[in-house]
């Protein structure tokens, strides 16, 4: 055996080592763990100040070239030696960071799914980048995987899944949440195409996908990057409200199969991005369910509602959908990205990916790769955002997110009792959640094309820089949409915004008038 | 129009405003920007004494229920009301957290491609979670956006591209990085697929891919994800170095036309998982232009050798190839995910997703939306990770960076010069960056399997808890597999090391010896 001799007293060694050691590497001060609690430290009154800043604004948009200049000038020139710390470069940038940004803790921020994060899961978001664990592995983020079996639970309570068959994972965003659920679903429906590929099916029923005309853009993406091809998404048509019409949907998956199509795989919202409109997820389940077809839920708006008693019937019969997107950073108010991908059941989400590494995955599940979740989720390295979410339910608890969602979806109610009073407005739906959509329609609005009237509306609204809010296409018209992501809106601040969007609507008028277009 | 006493004077709903105002919503407690101060300052001397703790120490494996029970008892069991902060609780969790993580900042750390962060990233990280800026679209984060635009010409200095013609997208991970590749190149190679799936190549050559046999698992993962099917897979031989045997490139792209296949995509690593070992880009590059395949450098690890004068030349050829993936939250030192993606030709980056979905879309590009990266990146909600990288060069410059990779993998080359100088270990390749991969092969081993036994060792040193190392195929056969990503190691450090890893396999021979297995 080796003993501590041989391997302390090597002198040539030493000498390499002192080479290595002194005269290269990074310089210390970078490192120094004081100098971070002190930079840290310095920064924090200015977020505070942002925190509380209430102020009414919307964004500021700086021209990308000034913008570019201002980040060079913060910049050093030195190319050769490690440039010390420099505090008042260092607050520069945070605060041109700062206020070049979406303002999402401003009431004038309505523009939007983000939101302004409840502020102690910026503090363990700090802790997880300094701690660094990659939470694919028990191993290297024991807490992490840990605490995903506990959220996984605790929201399970309120979709209803069978306790010891379902799972859940966590990913990184929506979009890469759904991709999975149809990857999974595509594997388990065709399991020799992760093989084979997608040739196989060539004078055969083609695998395809049935999604709402409102499905979100990630969901028809996943289509063209699985190799199934745009042409093969079956679009469901959808009522006034925004959601798939059920009285639809049997003739629209019996044309697709005449068309060649097998639907394997069908995907409803909880929560469509333009109207926040729920799919009746109970009746879809029922249909699907007599066809074989795969059932996803694209949540990642709308599921926060399941923690909400007042609300979770919006969601009726999630237990019976095969996946669900739940984007946390959108209404559990952490920061970005933290979505959860649940699945009815467990073993279905290892046909997502089916590969092994021999670096990574261990040949013999044990106790703590039982734990892991790189064989069901995309990512090698994934961040521990699981963290943000627990931390703050283990400390707050559900009623911290149900008051605030409630809250929001009734902000979204009362705006909508306000505009149906006010002739000039449209309002294009019941908000089910905390998105309402309308018009201005003035009666002087006379031939001015309606959807560039709503266009230009929102354009100046938002150059103003009040308030910030976002435009959308309803049944293919454009129209002004509302989302209250922030608790601190209050009724005066939506008719703050209403008279914004009548100054500027007027000013269009006036514009129009004096010089009418072709 | 409307005026001010339309909207402010209507008493109906300002009772209804109150109503919404006074009853419900969250806890302001919760949102103090001033209690957000005070815990993120009470958590930072936890964060310094944890950075400041450089005592040798591997990992500490807690049975998962042990751990399950340990995290649920720091959750509060209040259902119907907000519980307040638990500062008490707050700080023990975060403690748990850091115990029972990877150690990224101790020298016992040598096992994965993890790293101890530069600490600033982690206060940048913070701001960066509190502000929550989306950053796929310029008016959602716009110094992210411009950042990104820095720091892609900072380090296409290295790179070389056309400066008018290239770009860079950031994405969640280097696996996402490699997908969007790939997803590029099969969409530059094949424009239908997109929308009529993979179908069409029936009776024709198939679409296929060329990797290494050392390709990371996310690569050809990518296939299975495509539709492509990894039976489509061209596996590339390598050389005793792990690198692609250049010399065996053409026989193999010719054999795979033979079975009926068209290689579209040729994937080469700068820098591979299992011993770190850089293809020569240079001559790939070449071979792919000839035959109009794309070439893509999966540079997650090693594309961060382009920043260093010293190994640069690692990547010769770069400028040729059609993308590359580079991971700054690996040997950049910034906290996962921050992962970079190239390409040499800007207009083929729109290629990897084809697609327009109206509420964020812009129909007529203009100067903000120009910056927009949401088309060209997966994500919808992306993270604004540039921060952390960019606010570090514009700070130190990159000396910080260069000097830290020169360091680490000067490591490396120093461990294998010991090792090659203990008859008893047999070193497995010269290390081309930070990664060394060797077996202890005692002359008592007899005819205990020399793979079993480099895992047994493996497990013994990594449960002792004082090193982490990590275990790898090379060759069809286990090896011990060190990186270093921690520039406070010293080679007294892997001295320990050596003596923990004879120490575990004297035992495992005694055992034998006493007890043979069958």
């Known amino acids: 055996m080796l003993n501590d001799e041989r391997f302390y007293g090597h002198t040539a060694l030493i000498d390499e080592e002192h080479g290595v050691e002194t005269k290269e590497g990074p ?55 490690v440039v010390p710390f420099d505090r008042e470069k260092f607050k520069a940038i945070i ?28 503090v363990v978001d ?7 664990q990659p939470s694919s592995f028990y191993e290297a983020g024991q807490l992490p995987n840990v605490a995903e079996r506990i959220m996984a639970n605790e929201f399970n309570q309120f979709i209803g899944y069978q306790p010891d068959r379902f799972t859940m994972i966590t990913t990184s965003g929506g979009s890469l949440a759904n991709l999975t659920a149809l990857l999974a679903a595509r594997n388990d429906k065709f399991p ?57 949907v049997p003739q629209a998956l019996e044309a697709a199969e005449q068309r060649g199509l097998k639907v394997f795989c069908m995907v409803a919202s909880a929560g469509t991005t333009s109207m926040g409109a729920f799919d009746d997820i109970d009746q879809l389940a029922d249909i699907a369910g007599t066809k074989d077809i795969w059932l996803h839920i694209d949540g ?105 969602v409630d809250h929001l979806c009734k902000l979204a109610r009362h705006a909508c009792r306000i505009l149906e009073k006010e002739p000039d407005f449209q309002v294009l739906h019941q908000p089910e959640s905390n998105i309402l959509c309308f018009r201005y329609l003035p009666k002087e609005l006379d031939n001015y094309s309606i959807a560039d009237f709503q266009v230009e509306i929102r354009n100046r609204v938002c150059k103003h820089g009040q308030f910030f809010i976002s435009k959308v296409d309803i049944h293919g018209e454009s129209a002004l949409r509302v ?36």
């Open 27 to 81: 310089n210390p001060a970078i490192f120094d763990p004081q100098l971070f609690r002190e930079h840290a430290e310095a920064i924090l009154p200015t977020l505070e100040s942002h925190l509380a800043d209430h102020s009414i604004r919307g964004l500021k948009l700086v021209e990308p070239a000034i913008l570019l200049s201002l980040a060079k000038d913060l910049m050093t020139k030195e190319q050769g030696a």
């Open 95 to 122: 605060d041109l960071y700062i206020k070049t940004g979406i303002q999402v803790h401003s009431p004038g921020f309505m523009g939007r799914q983000f939101s302004g994060v409840v502020p102690l899961a910026g």
């Open 126 to 132: 700090m802790v997880s980048s300094i701690v660094n």
């Open 192 to 248: 020799t195409v992760w093989n084979e590929g997608l040739w196989a099916f060539e004078g055969q029923l083609r695998p395809a996908i049935a999604i709402s005309e409102e499905a979100h853009y990630s969901v028809s993406r996943a289509a063209g990057i699985l190799g199934i091809g745009e042409n093969q998404l079956v679009r469901l048509p959808i009522n006034q409200a925004g959601q798939i019409d059920i009285t639809k």
């Open 300 to 404: 990642a708006h709308g599921g926060s509602l399941l923690v909400s008693d007042e609300l979770r019937h919006k969601l009726k019969g999630i237990q019976k959908a095969d996946s669900l997107t739940w984007d946390a950073h959108k209404m559990l108010f952490v920061p970005s990205p933290c979505s959860l991908l649940f699945y009815r059941n467990k073993e279905k989400s290892y046909a997502a990916f089916k590969q092994v590494a021999s670096y990574v995955f261990e040949k013999e599940p044990n106790i703590y790769t039982e734990f892991d979740s790189a064989e069901k989720n995309f990512e090698c390295t994934k961040r521990p955002m699981i963290m943000n979410l627990w931390v703050l339910w283990a400390l707050h608890g559900r009623a911290l997110f149900s008051n605030k």
């Open 483 to 518: 989302v209250f992501m922030n608790h601190e809106i209050k009724m005066s601040h939506f008719r703050m915004l209403l008279q914004a969007v009548v100054k500027s609507g007027q000013q269009v008028i006036n514009e129009y008038q004096q010089h009418p277009k072709q």
